[in-house]
């Protein structure tokens, strides 16, 4: 059995601001994106310059943060928003959603593809190559806080945290680190090393994910306020369902249209 260490959410105090370990995700995550994206870029695998991708970043925390906390609020907990609408503004007490801030950003992208001319799928096929690492970062920071724990297990690495009781559970936070992260980061970077239709790419990014996400819910604890729902699923794993099925679409249509 092991014990989390119980992390300070803090990081680093400078004066009376303080810098959350999650925030510091945050931008490594968007940190990598850059990175990943400008290399990808310099080996000409892009539809876009480095000007223009500088763009699709800024267009992309902002569908990012505004999509999730909307995914948050309209999948998980409408009814208490719905009472409480101010409370959708309070970003701090947390509440994200990573299928939500996914759609805030293809719609962030379809905008940015729009006022530039760009092709979306192009556009997508480029950047979803990049965004498994800062997935990671997400889940490295969910671990941090001691949050989002696991389904109780007697398995040796079964891990107690501090909010959860003194059963141990899975560490499913390193479970989607590992699959959603590392695993998705790369199978695809090493499939889109080489040219593939239109979209196949993108295709790849939604079955990984979606298939990945599926297997670790199984071992993630759900939300307490909404336990299993129907067969026995998670939301995360209804939420997930609808991206294994249309990559599926969206890769024979690829592979159709050439």
């Not at 092709?119 to 949050?147: K, Q, T, Y």
Request: proline share 6%; hydrophobic share 50%.
């Amino acid at each position: 059995m092991l014990v989390h260490p119980d992390f300070d959410p803090v990081a680093i105090h400078l004066g009376p601001l303080a810098v959350r370990w999650y925030g510091l995700m945050y931008l490594a995550a968007f940190g990598f994106l850059w990175g990943l994206g400008h290399l990808r870029i310099a080996r000409g695998l892009a539809p876009i310059t480095r000007e223009q991708f500088d763009d699709v970043i800024f267009y992309g925390v902002l569908g990012t943060i505004l999509g999730g906390r909307l995914g948050y609020v309209l999948f998980y907990k409408p009814a208490f928003y719905l009472e409480h609408p101010l409370q959708i503004f309070a970003i701090w007490q947390g509440g994200m959603s990573f299928h939500g801030g996914f759609l805030g950003v293809l719609a962030a992208a379809a905008y940015f593809a729009w006022r530039r001319g760009v092709d979306w799928w192009r556009l997508m096929d480029f950047v979803a190559p990049c965004v498994p690492p800062g997935l990671a970062a997400g889940r490295l920071g969910n671990f941090i806080n001691g949050e989002l724990w696991g389904r109780p297990t007697d398995l040796p690495w079964g891990m107690v945290f501090q909010h959860a009781g003194a059963t141990p559970r899975h560490p499913s936070q390193l479970y989607q680190f590992a699959l959603e992260g590392v695993t998705l980061f790369v199978l695809l970077w090493w499939y889109s090393s080489k040219p593939r239709a239109r979209g196949s790419v993108s295709a790849m990014f939604l079955i990984g994910y979606g298939a990945f996400r599926f297997i670790a819910e199984f071992a993630r604890e759900p939300d307490d306020f909404l336990g299993l729902l129907a067969l026995g699923l998670s939301m995360g794993q209804w939420l997930s369902l609808p991206m294994i099925l249309g990559g599926i679409g969206l890769y024979i249509w690829s592979r159709k249209a050439g």
